[in-house]
């Protein structure tokens, strides 16, 4: 999951680049192209202005300085959005001639300061007859004695915005084709470079699982360090683990003997009531060894990555063994377990804790107890399996249910035991992530439910 949200992370943040990128250069490339044309129009625009300019400054007679006209069909059709005008700007009342396509209109005059030459020749956009778009070169001529004229040429700039569609939508295609092989691209490199932390995060999961005990295969330079020393970790936890063990067992045998011998001396002098208050004791300190021992021996065992114990060959021998020791009862034990349930720990603290409960269950059941598994999915995602055991014997009340789970409480002396069955499930329990509850029968008698981590 982790993996796979880095990659996310990191195909987001390069599909957020590429996408900017794109579109900037969209942008750039657009309003360049847009300069472009304008440029090419310009000097489409300026031909003519020249040839009007010639024949203002060579008039075929003296007396004509105003030109006719530009040989170009559209100067002559009406309002065709080709005009050009020459005005002279001397005199008081100006004079002016234009091409036929003006009609009876006139091209207003540009800004003085969108100049774009040294030769003075103003270019922009300007509003004609109709409402028309148009594009508009103008240029100031002065013939001296002859006058000063202002000679403008304009086009319909309908032509420009088409080109200028016609390139963004093809930009536009081709962009988001682009756009669409960089992300693939992006994806594949992103999924390609984190394949080796979803291969090591999946033998990490079989690891804890239980079905391998190191990462192997062969990974990049980047990652191997990693790997190196995750195998290092594996094998240093399992070191401490065997350490620990050997240990507690170094303490229980060291601590048998002293209280073998206490109790035996107690044991030869039964009559003295301090050697009954010893013996007593004794026997306390035993069970808690005992107890302590184990959940020590427990402990090391948790701390070992990747142990798994099928359930259902523990339960029919926990059955077998049970009915040979409760054989006085005559009574029925069914276990109805799937093949292929497994928990996750040690097989010696399935035996204890399932052991416990079905013990307690054969010595308070009249004829029938039933074991029953159940895979199930917890709320966090995770796999668990639920252990039921039944009996048909009195119950327990609410109350009651509560104490028999503390430490050493016992509910009726007259069966034997030292009490601490049922704290120690809890315990060990609570040790693996799980959870344990006593509950009602559908036989009429005491309900068990341990619930525990599956493989």
Known sequence: MRANSLALRLFLWAAGWTLAIVLVTGIVLSSLYRDAVERAFDGRLQVYLRTLVADLANPETPDERLPDAVTEPLFDLPLSGWYWQVTRIDTQK???????????????????????????????????????????????????????????????????????????????????????VLLLTTAFQVQFGLAPLKRISQQLAAIRSGQAERLEGKFPVEIAPLAREANALLDANREIVERAR????????????????????????????????????????????????????????????????????????????????????DLTLRVDAPEDGQFRGERQDLEEMVGNLVDNACKWAQSRVVIEVLKERAEDGG?????????????????????????????????????????????????????????????????????????
């Open 383 to 455: 796999d668990t399996i639920r252990i039921i055991v039944d009996d048909d014997g009195p119950g327990l009340t609410a109350a009651e249910r509560e104490q028999v789970a503390r430490r050493g409480r016992r509910l009726d002396e007259t069966k034997p035991g030292s009490g601490l069955g049922l704290s120690i499930v809890v315990e060990l329990a609570a040790l693996y992530g799980g959870t344990f509850a006593l509950g009602t029968a559908p036989l009429g008698g005491l309900r068990a439910e341990l619930v525990l981590p599956a493989a």
């Open 94 to 180: 100006p004079e002016m001639r234009a091409s036929r396509s003006l009609w009876d209109g006139g091209l207003p005059v540009l800004p003085r300061g969108d100049a774009v030459s040294a030769l003075s020749v103003r270019s922009g956009y300007v509003t004609g007859p109709e409402d028309q778009k148009l594009r508009m070169v103008e240029r100031n001529i002065d013939l001296g004695e002859e006058g000063t004229f202002l000679v403008a040429v304009a086009g319909d700039a309908a032509e420009i915005e088409d080109d200028i569609r016609s390139f963004n939508r093809a930009l536009f295609i081709t962009f988001c084709a682009l756009a669409l």
């Open 246 to 329: 050997t240990h507690v067992g170094n303490l229980a045998h060291a601590l048998k003997t002293p209280l073998s011998v206490v109790m035996n001396e107690a044991a030869a002098r039964s009559d003295d009531p301090l050697a009954q208050k010893v013996r007593e004791q004794a026997d306390v300190m035993r069970d808690q060894i005992t107890r302590h021992l184990e959940r020590a021996r427990m402990a090391a065992r948790l701390s070992v990555v990747g142990t798994v114990t099928d359930v259902a060959p523990v339960l029919h021998a926990i059955a077998r063994t049970m009915e040979k020791t409760h054989r006085d009862k």
